[in-house]
Every structure is written in C-alpha cells, then in structure tokens.
C-alpha cells in the first residue's frame, strides 16, 4: 500500500471541531460522542478509472449516503468518523470485491482526503487538509497526481506566474496564490497520455485541490489524462 501524507500543522482545531459537529449525523459511519476529542473527518476521491460504483466502510458502516454511487471521478466531503484505529475498506457496489482492506489510525481533531486510485491494485494517497481561509483576494491551492504509470509535468501560467513543475511525488505542497486566471498544460513521459489543458481561476478565499487522474474510454490508442478541482469546505 503506497502513503503519502502532507501534514499541515494548524492551531484553528475549534474551527475544525466547529465544521465536524455541523455535519449532519446521518453523515457519520458512527455516532459521534459529547466531546471533540473523539473524532476526525474523512473526505474521498475516486481516481480508479472506469470505475462505476464503489462503497468505503469504516469499521463495516458505510461512508457514503444511498444516493452516492462514488463513481470515477467523484468526491465525497468531509464525514465524522471515530478517531483511533479504524478498518478501512473499499469495495465495488455491485459485485462486491473488495480492493482495499486496511487499519488506518485517525487522529482526533485532524481533517483527512483519501485518493483512491488503481496500480493493479486499489491503493490511494492520504492528505491532511486545513480549513484556515486565505487572505483576501488571496486562494490557497495544490496538486494531487494519481497517474502511476507515467513522469507527469506540468506547465502554469498566469499573469504573475510562470514555472514547470515535475511530480516527483504524488502530492505538490499548498501555495497561497493571488486571484487571478491560471492556464495550466498536463503532459506525460512518452506520450503515454494525450497532453490536458485547463485554464483555472479560484475564488476569493477558497481552498483548491486539483487532482489529475486518468480515465479512458477504452477506444483511443492513447490514455486520457482528467482532472477534477475540489473546492474544499465549500
């Protein structure tokens, strides 16, 4: 099983308590108790492609509502979940095998975002994620990469920026970054992939994932690259 954890340090843990305790409990895999102390958040993205469906359980409760499918693509927001060490599983709705099978120990108080993706088997990334707003005029911004099989690079431009980063490990760290409209070209090694092009402008205040995943369509003699951007505590 393949980690890569981006620990953010944050002192705002009533703010984080205060966004957990406002979900709604049917949200929750479990009950939540009368302190703060006693649970975290889990938010999920599903870059397994061609995946159709597919359900997380935490201790055999399931983390999706029943009109999620969490297909290709998909995230699901931040839940309640029991902090300690917990059974992480993800399985397809229909068929039932299951991928990802695995105790994973959730810190009270912390927000986490697993990214599922699929290296012969299901394995994912985990993030932990901080709700502390930028300044204004001002939005906070990273890149997750879920593509295995190929280098990736990426080119952005914008009117005060202009640089070339090489994922050399899935996750490039949160940069605050000033509003304005970013164009932003995704190539792999070798031509594996079909290049992606994307212009992006974030809004005041948010807090931006995006997230490059492959999902093909099985007719192209290329793979193709996608990418969805998240907006977190939205």
């Known amino acids: 099983m393949v980690r890569t954890s981006l620990y953010v340090k944050t002192p705002w843990i009533l703010l984080i308590a205060l966004f957990l305790m406002g979900c709604a409990k049917e949200d929750a895999p479990g009950e939540l108790g009368n302190t703060t102390s006693n649970f975290a958040g889990m938010a999920a993205f599903n870059g ?125 760290k949160t940069e605050e970054l000033p509003i304005e409209q970013m164009s932003i070209t995704v190539s792999a090694d070798h031509q594996i992939y079909e290049p992606l092009n994307l212009t992006f402008e974030p809004t005041s205040h948010s807090i931006n994932t995006l997230v490059l995943y492959a999902d093909g369509d099985g007719q192209s003699a290329k793979k193709k690259l996608a990418y969805r951007v998240i907006e977190l505590g939205k």
């Open 48 to 172: 397994i492609e061609g995946s159709e469906g597919m359900q997380i359980r935490i201790d055999g409760k399931s983390l999706n509502k029943d009109n999620e499918r969490f297909s290709t693509g998909q995230f699901i927001n931040h839940r309640t979940v029991f902090s300690g060490k917990r059974v992480l599983e993800m399985r397809e709705q229909e068929g039932g095998r299951t991928g990802t099978t695995e105790e994973f120990d959730f810190h009270a108080g912390t927000l986490y975002t697993f990214y599922f993706y699929d290296a012969g088997s299901m394995e994912y990334i985990v993030t932990e994620d901080d709700l502390l707003k930028p300044q204004n005029g001002h939005a906070r911004f990273r890149v997750v990469n879920l593509i295995h099989d190929a280098k990736i690079n990426m080119k952005l431009k914008s009117s005060s920026m202009n640089f070339t980063h090489r994922f050399e490990e899935p996750v490039r």
